[in-house]
């Protein structure tokens, strides 16, 4: 399982950034997928999840509105659209595919003016 995020930045509070994540090793269209999130000093926490059709996705309280998950299983690659960003989801960013110990080298989110 090799997962490698990209599409990270520094961005204004209100702005947008997408996040992608490329999968390969394992049959990607088979797995839901997820984004997680750590900020410093706290534990690392889930964003979003997407079933492996794409049909079902699940969001925290706190993105929800403003975080958007999707795929694209030809490309094996899943996206985290992240609009109207704050401060506090300054973050490193990591997909994870479900039931893996693996986890990618992630992108760091950075929200300030």
């Known amino acids: 399982v090799q997962l490698v995020e990209s599409g990270g930045g520094l961005v204004q509070p209100g702005g947008s950034l997408r996040l992608s994540c490329a999968a390969s090793?394992?049959?990607?269209?088979?797995?839901?997928m997820s984004w997680y999130r750590q900020a410093p000093g706290k534990e690392r926490e889930l964003v979003a999840l997407?079933?492996?059709?794409?049909?079902?996705?699940n969001y925290a309280d706190s993105v929800k509105g403003r975080f958007t998950i999707s795929r694209d299983n030809a490309k094996n690659t899943v996206y985290l659209q992240m609009n109207s960003l704050k401060p506090e989801d300054t973050a490193v960013y990591y997909c994870?595919?479900?039931?893996?110990?693996?986890w990618g080298q992630g992108t760091q989110v950075t929200v300030s003016s």
């Open positions: 090793g394992f049959a990607f269209s088979s797995y839901p």
């Open positions: 994870h595919r479900g039931g893996s110990p693996n």
């Open positions: 997407i079933t492996s059709t794409g049909g079902s996705t």
